[in-house]
């Protein structure tokens, strides 16, 4: 059996990691915590986009230790919240289908981000998605420290993630599919057999043009 691994953020919604988290920085518990949260945030800002333009894993592990201090249920009780506000409405229109292309051929569907596994597993069961690979949050005593576990999904680490999770699936790769709209995915679209570009960006629709990967608009 194949499996078709899909980026998230640009590929299937038009969101990115910034929108939920902002979401929970605003939907604190009282609103003097939000606002002592969001002015974190606001100091973090210059730094977070140094970080997107030059290391994704740093980006990253900056962006989440937004959710430091959270309670993990507060946490998870806002996940459906935040998945019906922010992520749901911004599902591009042809992304159930593009899923559920790859589902009606028999594969095992993974959604591959550096969003939360519980926002994730959200949009996972959403689509018909069969398994999720994302960041996880530390959590000690039920709040979270503000950082992530090891491995922290983001860039080339995803391709090893993918490996591994093929690997323990029994998937050859040279049978698989894999789905992103950005270049800085190419380790993961280059490991597969069947790589595709979605709404890609300049650099990645060059790169699918000279290679012949198929390109997909689901916007």
């Keep these: 059996m194949a499996a078709s691994y899909f980026d998230v953020d640009g590929t299937l919604i038009r969101t990115n990691l910034v929108h939920p988290t902002l979401y929970y920085v605003l939907n ?15 100091v973090k800002a ?15 592990e900056l962006l989440f ?13 806002l996940a459906v919240e935040t998945f019906e506000r922010v992520i749901k409405p911004n599902i591009y229109p042809g992304a159930r289908d593009l ?11 993974v959604i591959v981000s550096g969003a939360l596994d519980f ?4 949009l996972a069961e959403h ?8 960041n996880r949050l530390e959590i000690k005593d039920r709040f979270a420290t503000g950082k992530l576990l090891r491995p922290v999904v983001a860039g080339p680490e ?17 049978e698989c599919f894999a789905y992103s709209d950005s270049y800085s995915d190419v380790p993961m679209l280059s490991i597969v057999g069947h790589p ?15 290679y012949h990967w198929p390109i997909i608009h689901v916007d």
């Design 158 to 174: 995803k391709s090893r993630l993918i490996r591994e999770h093929a690997k323990s699936r029994g998937h050859d790769l040279d």
């Design 99 to 109: 899923v559920q292309t790859s589902l009606d051929k028999g594969h095992d569907v």
């Design 65 to 77: 230790t937004s959710y430091g201090g959270m309670s993990e249920d507060r946490l998870v009780g």
């Design 28 to 42: 604190q518990n009282t609103p003097l915590h939000s606002l002592a949260k969001l002015g974190g945030a606001l």
């Design 46 to 60: 210059p730094w977070l986009a140094w970080a997107e333009t030059r290391d994704r894993r740093i980006f990253n």
């Design 119 to 122: 926002l994730m597993r959200l």
């Design 127 to 134: 689509l018909g998605a069969t398994d999720v690979i994302a």
């Design 196 to 210: 595709a570009a979605v709404n890609p960006d300049r650099k990645l629709s060059l790169l699918a043009n000279a």
